[in-house]
C-alpha cells in the first residue's frame, strides 16, 4: 500500500426526480442541514443538493443529484443498496422509528442490526433504501476550523427540525450488493488498505453472509459491507438508487499519492478532477459500484457565509459565467 490510509466516508451521492420533494425528506423529517444548494458540475442543468451536520463535514454529507428524466432505480447487483445513518443511541432509534412511522411519505422496514449494531431500515417516497444505524462508540466531531463556523453550529441547533440528542451524525456504513465477493474483497484489502473487520449474517437471509470492512480509524463511520448476491440481476441506475459513495482523504498531496497508487496498479480511474469544495478522484470496484475518493477541504464555506450555507444557489467559480443561462434551466426550490 503506497497511499495514505483512507479517513472513513466522505459523502454518498444518490439521485432524486424531485428536488422539491428530497429537500423536504432530507431537511424537513432526517433533519439534515441543505449546506450547499449548487448544480451537477457535469450536468448544470440539474440540482446538486448537499445535506450533511450544522457545519457539513466531511464524513456528514448525503447528496443528490435531480434528474426528472431517468426511470427508477432496478435494485441488483453493483450498487450500494443502502446507506447507513449514524444516531447516538437506542432511545434516539425509538424516537426516530415513532417519528418516520408518523409520516406517511416514509416506509418504514423494521429493526434489525448491522454487525451486532441495532438498526431501523427505511425507504423515502422514491425507495432511496437507508438504514438508521446506533453508534453509541461515535467520537466527538473535530473542533470546527473557525471561531466563524462555531457561531454557525450554535445558531443552526437554535432552528433545527430535530432535537441534537437524536440527530443524525453522519454517514456509515454502507451496502454494497456484488455478484461475487472475491474481487471486491481484494480490491478493498489490496488496493484501498482496508482489513477485514467481521462477518454478520444477512438480515434478510440467516444462508447469507455480509463483510465488513474496515479503513482508517475504523467504526460505523468507515466501514463497508459487502454482499454476495448471485442471484440478482445487475442493478439499473435510476431515481432512488446512489450514484457514488466517496471516501475521505486529507488533501491534495495525498490525493496525487492515490493517483499515483490506482495508476501503478492499472485500475482505471478519472485522474484528478477540481470540484472547488474539494478535490475528487474517480474509479469502479470489480463489482461495479463507483467509487470516489474526496479531500476534506476547502469545504462548503469557501464561497458562503457558514450562518446562510445553502440559501442560494452556489457556483463555484469556473461555472460563475454561466449563471444566468443555469438558473433559468433550474425549476425553484421551496424555502
Sequence with gaps: MNAPALGGLHHLTAVTARAGANLSMARDVLGMRLVKRTVNQDDVSAYHLFYGDAIGRPGTELTFFEWSHVPKR??????????????????????????????????????????????????????????????????APADAATAELERAEQEWWKTAPVPREHAILGLGPVVLHVRSLEPTARFLTGVMGMTEAGRYADPDSAAREISVYAMGPGGASAEVHVLPRSDLPRAVQGFGGVHHVAFRVTDHAAQQAWLAHLTSLGVPNSGLVERYYFESLYFREPGGTLFELATDGPGFSADEDPRTLGDSLALPPFLEPRRASIEAGLKPLPN
Design 74 to 139: 432496478q435494485p441488483g447487483t453493483g450498487e450500494v443498496a443502502e446507506t447507513g445513518l449514524r444516531i447516538p443511541s437506542d432511545a434516539a432509534l425509538d424516537w426516530w422509528e415513532a417519528r418516520l412511522r408518523a409520516d406517511a411519505r416514509m416506509i418504514v422496514r423494521g429493526r434489525t442490526t448491522r454487525a451486532g449494531r441495532p438498526a431501523l431500515r427505511f425507504s423515502d417516497a422514491e425507495g432511496q433504501p437507508f438504514a438508521l444505524i446506533v453508534d453509541a462508540n461515535a467520537p
